[in-house]
């Protein structure tokens, strides 16, 4: 585990920080000193280090910055002047990462109690020392698991008892209390995912995760590069291990393969002869053509879609396959094809009425509008399926302003249609947005007030005045709009046999 | 706060998501700062993750956006800091030229990545100076194109990959190049073929160099070991079968389903052992056949040797006995009994059969339209002999409905020579040879048919050959026969046109003389035009009329219908 989770711990105890002076050769992983960054003085926290090019550089993560400013620096700007921290020493540290374990168990699930029990299983006997596995070689805190094709997977009903397992009559006990605290537990909402916890979300759906370990990786690409431009990917994506040592990488711009060297990018080319993403294409209008594309059916492009974007989402996790999604890719075409500007996915069946799982504008083509027309038609899929929508949480902050600004719009434009009345959940039945969506937009514009022993909804002179702004904008910029007429869609309906995820 | 809402609670009514509530303007609503006012609603999260939001951009951004939405004027729009995004200094039209035409609808496909990209070795720096090379070192005789190398390093990839899939753990040598080109096959052309084993050397010690672990790199799938877990590399792992919720109703429909299953598996079990034993009775009964067959034979031997002039059929239990004195029902059952097996013969305990006293519903048919047959034909006669002695005036002038047109044509001779009108629907279950013994029969009542029927000829005799009569009624009441494809003997070579011309020649009438016609001239073929689109209706209604005459009167003229199968009986009787 991470040593930074210590700094997201947003309450709890106070742990004394040690601090002091430290000198270049004593600065090592944890230790959190002031570096320059943009002409300013910023603490930040020293994740890994490593001779670059002749040089000693430390990869650094800027306190209260977004981790896509995570990066590599030279010695020259680290002060060290002013006192760093030292990381906690590994023994409380041990304990700490064990301590909200037991407070925060995981939620049994009461109609399965057999894979529960073999789930807390490892929740007691495996986590306290996977916490710390990484310094203990040899150390197994998974038994091995019988080679079938459908054994393979993190949870498993039957799990071979080895050593570090407890005795059966501790198994009946532990699995009471942790029932019990859960019921406890439940009252609270768990501040952190246990490991087990996500991967059994995971599992059976979402592509969002909450886990630190997750996503706490030093960035792994340098650059890449993809039709016309170069980009910086923001964060680690588990492309081929080979890649780390690559200045660039070439990414196709069509089937999104990836090659470490230009030579190979380059023979590539010749040979490749996809000219768009390769689903059916659902929407075309003046400016962008929507493709729809079956993540079982075309397993290696989707694979390689989620490996791209995972350069350039933090929170996306692809520990599973790209099975139970589908891909809504964006185009805008010219003569050399139709280039992929953004996507969302969908999970074929949400559980909990996602209508986007992940989304994404590539950064070449960021600042745009294209955001707002995915969002756009993210909720016109949503209206043609007769059902309110919600991006799936946790939203990365690009998100949340993006879907803020979309909600804004839409909720303004409908109220502004001289009304005389309005209530919440129609204005959600309206625009495929959950009430709770709704209700956030609005009170986040501080729309929602309490006058004459009533709730109203206030069309402030501020939102109106926005949203003139915008229009004049637009009116300038042009904008880019979805034509439902030029849906051309019908919601994909998947056979009890597609629907499970096997194969 | 939680405690502060309850406590509101009484103040202020919770906001309703369902209720309608009014939607104001700014200047509408009276500004009271309350900051109570909106504690009591629901707080909605932002779904950002905790720990990131509390950045610092973010925040700024959120701030910002709030100092707006409260009004606090034109607020410089803030931006969250992206890493950036450059032009390239490849050269982008070389590397993707323009081949994309928009089709007019929107594109349907489903090739996936292997189908489009071809070879999916790609060469590396390494491979191309190494085939520089090659080719130089080779001289001009011998080039190896790229495509080729490609192909056949792609070609060594994938074979090891898949005979040692584990390489990389069990640190299993390269391959050596007899067992690579014991695999050679179609993904492999002929023309890599030949650079193949060159190829394999540069192969082998790239391979080499990466401890022998595929040159391409490569996605980290799971490999079911316990590393697999703390590997951030390894992604896009298996999932599970997702569980499906339990519930009471499923589980019993579950149980209800199962129990149809089984209801149905045991019927099919049922019924199939019931053919199985029908299967088993009808060997043992065919072998029984066998058996009496087999006795009857041999008793029939010994009646030979011991010269007993008894009929033979005395023996034959399951015969029907001839006691019966009429033709017909012996014929019947000889018929009867001639099919064979397939009737099993079933007797009484007196020995006789129960067929002899069945009454046949072919039998009691025929009787009934015989009766008919017998009444009309009766009355038919009764009126003839009315009539005999006086002379019928009203039917002469109505002339046969075909004939009218040729009455009033000029050219009527002519056609009544030799142009036949289309012969009318015949009657299909008679067989040529009838239509001969209809002429005499025809003489008793010539007012009943005006017309003659043709007789359905045999398929298989081409039309020219088809031997055809007619007779036809004349003014007058001359009766005329036309016949047509009568085979007369050659005495010598006759030219076929002339053949042709005298078809219907002979002994047809005397008086009438042949006229040489030209079919093809203007006169005749609106004269035939006109035939069809008048003889159309009238046509298929005289058609059927006849058919029904005649077939009455075949009937009546033998007293009883013939058995069809006179030969067959003939050969049971003898």
């Keep these: 585990m991470a040593p930074r989770e210590n700094s997201h711990e947003p309450s709890g105890t106070p742990v004394p920080v040690e601090t002091g002076y430290a000198t270049l050769a004593t600065l090592r992983t944890g230790v959190k000193a002031y570096v320059e960054k943009e002409g300013g003085l910023r603490k930040a926290e020293i994740l890994n280090q490593a001779v670059r090019g002749g040089h000693l550089k430390f990869y650094v993560h800027y306190e209260e910055f977004n981790k896509r400013l995570d990066e590599w620096v030279s010695t020259d700007r680290i002060d060290l002047t002013k006192p760093v921290e030292w990381p906690a020493p590994e023994k409380p540290e041990k304990k700490k990462a064990q301590a909200p374990k037991k407070d925060v168990p995981p939620r049994p ?125 923001w964060y680690f994506s588990p492309y081929p291990i080979d890649f780390v040592d690559s200045e660039m990488v070439y990414i196709c711009e069509f089937c999104l393969s990836y090659y470490g060297e230009v030579t190979s990018f380059e023979r590539h080319r010749s040979k490749c002869t996809l000219l768009h993403p390769p689903g059916n294409e659902i929407y075309r209008d003046d400016n962008v053509s929507f493709f729809e594309i079956d993540g079982r059916r075309q397993r290696t492009w989707c694979r390689n879609l989620c490996l791209l974007s995972k350069l350039f989402l933090d929170h996306k996790t692809l520990y599973y396959d790209v099975d139970p999604f589908l891909f809504y890719c964006m185009a805008v075409r010219d003569e050399h094809g139709c280039h992929l500007v953004g996507y969302f996915s969908k999970e074929k069946e949400s559980a909990e009425g996602y209508n986007v799982a992940c989304i994404l504008t590539l950064p070449q083509y960021q600042r745009k509008g294209y955001g707002k027309v995915l969002i756009d038609f993210s909720y016109l899929l949503s209206k043609r399926e007769n059902k309110l929508g919600s991006p799936e949480k946790p939203l990365s902050d690009l998100g949340l302003l993006g879907y803020r600004a979309y909600w804004q719009e839409v909720i303004v434009d ?90 | 706060m939680t405690q502060r809402a309850t406590g509101q609670r009484f103040r202020q009514r919770k906001l309703s998501t369902k209720q309608n509530l009014p939607v104001l303007r700014e200047h509408e609503v009276e500004q009271l700062q309350d900051d109570d006012a909106t504690r009591h609603i629901p707080k909605v999260e932002t779904g950002v993750e905790k720990g990131e939001e509390i950045e610092h951009h973010l925040q700024a951004v959120i701030s910002a956006a709030q100092a707006a ?8 729009q803030l931006y969250i800091p992206t890493p950036d995004a450059v032009q390239s200094k490849l050269q982008y ?127 980290k799938f799971e490999t079911n070991l316990e590393t697999d877990d703390s590997d951030p590399y390894v992604c896009f792992r298996r999932r599970e079968v997702r569980q499906v919720r339990k519930t009471r109703g499923r589980d019993a429909q579950v149980t209800e389903k199962l129990k149809k299953l089984r209801k149905e ?18 060997r043992d009964q065919l072998a029984m056949d066998k058996q009496i067959f087999d006795q009857r034979s041999a008793v029939k031997e010994i009646k030979r040797k011991l010269g007993v002039k008894e009929s033979d059929e005395e023996l034959l239990i399951n015969q029907k006995p001839p006691s019966k004195p009429k033709q017909k029902n012996e014929q019947a059952a000889i018929r009867r009994e ?11 305990p007196d020995g006789r059969l129960v067929d002899s006293d069945l009454v046949y519903l072919d039998d009691q048919l025929a009787k009934k339209q015989e009766a008919i047959d017998g009444f009309i034909e009766e009355n038919l ?49 008679d067989e040529i040879g009838d239509t001969i013994s209809v002429h005499p029969r025809k003489q008793l009542e010539p007012r009943r048919s005006t017309r003659i029927r043709y007789a359905t000829p045999p398929d298989d005799v081409p039309y020219q050959d088809q031997t055809r009569y007619r007779r036809r009624v004349g003014r007058g009441g001359r009766q005329m026969i036309d016949r047509r494809g009568v085979k007369r003997q050659k005495l010598e070579p006759i030219e076929e046109r002339i053949l042709d011309r005298y078809k219907y020649d002979g002994d047809s009438s005397e008086d009438e003389e042949v006229y040489p016609v030209d079919w093809t001239d203007n006169l005749h073929i609106r004269y035939r035009i006109m035939i069809e689109r008048q003889g ?36 049971a009787s003898a």
């Design chain 2, 69 to 76: 939405a409260q009004g606090g004027g034109t607020v410089a």
């Design chain 2, 536 to 571: 159309d209706k009238q046509h298929a209604q005289v058609a059927a009329q006849n058919r029904r005459a005649i077939e009455n009167h075949n009937r009546s003229a033998s007293g009883h219908l013939l058995p069809p199968s006179n030969p067959a009986a003939a050969a």
């Design chain 2, 93 to 219: 039209e070389d590397l993707y030229p323009r081949h994309f035409t928009q089709p007019a609808t929107y594109i349907r496909f489903s090739s996936t990545v292997e189908d489009t990209i071809g070879v999916a070795y790609c060469m590396t720096i390494e491979d191309a100076g190494w085939l520089k090379a090659y080719n130089q070192k080779k001289g001009k005789s011998v080039h190896c194109p790229e495509d080729e190398f490609e192909e056949c390093m792609n070609f060594f990839e994938e074979t090891s990959q898949t005979k040692q899939p584990y390489a990389t753990v069990d640190n299993a040598p390269v391959l050596s190049y007899e067992d690579l080109e014991a695999e050679f096959d179609e993904t492999i052309s002929e023309s890599a073929r030949r650079f193949a084993k060159d190829i394999y050397s540069h192969w082998k010690n790239q391979r080499l160099l990466k401890n022998n672990r595929p040159l391409l790199p490569s996605l």
């Design chain 2, 338 to 348: 001639l099919p064979g097996g397939h009737r099993p013969p079933l007797t009484r």
């Design chain 1, 109 to 233: 699930d009461q109609k399965n109690l057999k894979r529960s029990r073999s789930k807390l299983d490892r929740e007691i006997s495996a986590t306290p020392s996977e916490a710390t596995s990484v310094n203990i070689p040899g150390k197994a805190p998974r038994p091995s698991k019988a080679g079938g094709k459908e054994n393979k997977e993190i949870v498993v009903t039957s799990e071979v008892p080895d050593g570090s397992t407890p005795k059966p009559e501790d198994e009946e006990m532990d699995l009471v209390d942790v029932q019990d605290a859960a019921a406890q537990a439940k009252a609270a909402a768990p501040e952190n995912f246990s490991r087990e916890e996500e991967i059994e979300k995971l599992r059976t759906g979402g592509s969002m995760t909450q886990n630190q370990t997750e996503i706490s990786r030093v960035r792994n690409l340098d650059k890449i590069q993809m039709g016309k431009y170069e980009v910086e990917p």
């Design chain 2, 265 to 282: 598996l045991e019927e099919a079990r049922f019924l199939m052992s019931q053919v199985k034993r029908r299967e088993f009775m009808i």
């Design chain 2, 381 to 429: 006669m009764k009126h003839q002999k009315w009539n005999v002695g006086w002379v019928d005036k009203t039917w002469r002038p109505i002339t046969p409905p075909l004939e009218q047109p040729a009455s009033k044509s000029d050219f009527r001779r002519v056609f009544t020579s030799s142009q036949l009108p289309t012969p009318p629907a015949s009657v299909s279950d």
């Design chain 1, 414 to 503: 409908l109220l502004i249609e001289d009304k005389v009345e309005a209530n919440i959940e129609d204005i959600g039945a309206v625009t495929a947005m959950t009430t709770n969506d709704v209700l956030h937009t609005l009170q986040n514009l501080n729309m929602l007030r309490y006058s004459k022993n009533q709730h109203v909804i206030v069309l402030t002179d501020a939102v109106i005045e926005q949203r003139e702004r915008q229009k004049a904008k637009e009116k300038i910029k042009g904008k880019r709009n979805i034509d439902p007429e030029k849906l051309i869609w019908k919601p994909p309906v998947f056979s009890a046999a597609s629907r499970t995820w096997n194969w």
